[in-house]
């Protein structure tokens, strides 16, 4: 499969797509942005976020699904990435599928961080036949969590854990867990709150 290859998931504004030559730029500002990156570790240069393009294209080898590189439909322009990443780490509550996201500063406020993940929460759920997708996120990063709770999903501070690429006594190492199975989406889908359907 080349990267030009599906799954494409389509949205009312957005377009989730394989990743391409053009997007590798953008993200690669994106990336090396503070303000965007200030709930990880540090930015990243150039060779970081490439590197992170080709280890994202080889999950969509592997399961196919990934994190899409997401664009405006009206206009084509890469607005960051969205979708089902599976985490390398070991904790509680791995194995498990993730849906994460990242945009550049200039897409914040408009509401496709949650457009793009219902996209792909169903993707997971209804073409992949996922039981359960987790997020996850800095305690304090409240712009995230805002996402999640958007989308659904619950949190049990219990699930609360250290994230283990940060060292102890950093203050992002507390990370919140929140949860969504497939019966809770299904029950979603059951009242009419169906989302748009891959191409």
């Not at 391409?20 to 540090?42: E, I, K, S």
């Not at 969509?60 to 439909?73: N, S």
């Not at 849906?99 to 496709?112: C, K, Q, S």
């Amino acid at each position: 499969m080349s990267t030009t290859d599906g799954p494409t998931l389509h949205t009312t504004r957005l377009v989730l797509r394989r990743w391409h030559a053009g997007h590798r730029a953008p993200f690669a500002r994106l990336n090396a942005d503070p303000q965007v990156m200030r709930h990880f570790l540090r930015p990243l240069d150039g060779a970081e976020s490439d590197a992170l393009v080709d280890r994202i294209e080889a999950v969509f080898e592997t399961h196919g699904y990934g994190l899409w590189a997401v664009e405006r439909l009206e206009d084509g322009a890469f607005l960051g990435f969205t979708g089902l990443a599976v985490p390398r780490f070991t904790a509680a509550f791995t194995p498990c599928v993730e849906v994460g996201w990242r945009f550049a500063r200039e897409a914040w406020g408009y509401g496709y961080a949650t457009e793009a993940a219902r996209a792909a929460l169903r993707f997971g759920f209804e073409e992949a036949g996922l039981p359960e997708i987790v997020s996850f996120t800095s305690v304090g990063h409240e712009r995230s969590r805002r996402v999640m709770e958007r989308l659904d999903m619950h949190r049990d501070p219990a699930d609360d854990f250290d994230y283990p690429s940060f060292p102890v006594g950093h203050p992002l190492r507390r990370h919140v867990l929140y949860r969504l199975t497939a019966a809770e989406h299904g029950a979603k889908t059951a009242r009419g709150e169906r989302g748009p359907s891959p191409s």
